[in-house]
């Protein structure tokens, strides 16, 4: 179930034998997959390639540690949203949920001088988030988490407004929290290294543990997933945890680098992480993706943002540009389901 770029191959026909036909048209269409699973990253890399061309400032150490420390909460986050996208999901409170952690952080810091506890707090103020979001939809009913994660939307940017002391931005930050989120490491800022080591997390729960590929079962095939035993509701739950949780490290990263807390942080950042999971090639109808879609998806948008600033293109054609590469990814993905019904056509065809 999970999107690996190649059509899953019957190599043996009944009493043994090998298959020596191989169909042109097959072959033409597992090609196409092929680029089709890579376009992301493709694309990622002329678009570099391009822009280091017009503008030589683009690959200069200094902007190229700007477009990671920026694109670092994106793809944190997203890494969270993938996990519920691949469940046929979506969560839209995680920009709210951020900027809640990140003012609870800032209240707990104007108690507490504890880089670990300010933390701590963020942490699990994004995580309770989370296990709300999944908590009313798997056990409410809820025909889609479209509903609670908007309701969550609305209440936490609210909860944030009024519980930020003059509903505007607190100035300060633990020591370890801005050196996490604005410090650099041998010239490479220390939220790479985050980013980094929740990737590497996230490949090991999605690649060797049970529990990860229970959660492209569930994706690809619910019902399926359910009479095969397989905990349906925990797994649920799970996602929109860690994905809340996602939201609370997000939170870290930016209260770091911003030394600030404030309600009005995370604004649209829903948007961009769905956005860096389809523009990077996974799917909404769940199952198929998997951790480099969300993470050259996330770059991706750096990338485009980063160019058209220093190409000083106004913010508002930058959203456009945005968009644009949304409807393209998506289009995309139209295409590659189009061409596996194909294939899977023509495989059977072949076989017989």
């Known amino acids: 179930m999970e999107d690996s770029g190649i059509l899953p191959q019957n190599s043996s026909r009944p009493g043994g034998s090998q298959d020596a036909t191989f169909h042109p048209r097959q072959s033409g269409i597992t090609l196409g997959l092929r680029l089709l699973s890579l376009g992301p990253l493709l694309i990622l890399i002329m678009l570099i390639a391009v822009v280091s061309l017009i503008t030589p400032a683009f690959l200069k150490p200094m902007n190229l540690g700007n477009i990671l420390a920026q694109t670092a909460v994106i793809a944190v986050v997203a890494m969270g949203q993938q996990l519920v996208i691949l469940t046929r999901g979506i969560d839209l409170s995680v920009g709210s949920n951020l900027a809640l952690a990140t003012v609870i952080g800032g209240l707990v810091y104007q108690q ?19 296990a709300v979001n999944g908590v009313v939809f798997v056990y409410g009913r809820l025909p889609h988490p479209f509903i609670i994660t908007l309701a969550s939307l609305s209440i936490c940017r609210g909860l944030a407004l009024a519980l930020a002391p003059g509903h505007t931005t607190m ?5 370890a929290v801005t050196a996490i989120g604005g410090g650099t490491t041998l010239g490479v800022p220390n939220s790479f290294f985050v980013v980094a080591m929740f990737g590497f997390l996230f490949l090991i729960l999605t690649k060797s ?3 990860g590929r229970w959660i492209y079962a569930v994706g690809g095939a619910p019902n399926a997933a359910r009479s095969m035993g397989i905990p349906v509701k925990g797994v649920l739950l799970a996602t ?3 994905c809340g949780f996602c939201a609370g490290v997000g939170a870290v990263l ?5 030394a600030a807390a404030s309600p ?4 649209l950042l829903e948007l961009d992480t769905i956005a860096a999971v389809i523009i990077g090639g996974a799917s909404f109808l769940g199952g198929r993706g998997h951790l480099g879609h969300a993470l050259i998806g996330a770059v991706l948008i750096g990338v485009i943002r980063n160019a058209l600033n220093l190409l000083g293109v106004d913010v508002f054609f930058q959203m456009i540009a945005i968009g644009l590469v949304i409807v393209i990814a998506v289009e995309a993905d139209v295409l590659r389901n189009h061409l596996e019904a194909r294939a899977r056509v023509l495989q059977s065809a072949s076989v017989q």
């Open 112 to 130: 507490v001088d504890s880089s670990i506890v300010v933390i701590v707090a963020m942490l699990l103020a994004g995580a309770a988030v989370g």
């Open 171 to 175: 100035r300060g930050m633990p020591d």
């Open 209 to 211: 543990m049970v529990c």
């Open 240 to 242: 929109y945890i860690i």
């Open 254 to 258: 930016l209260a770091g680098r911003t």
């Open 264 to 267: 009005i942080y995370g604004n």
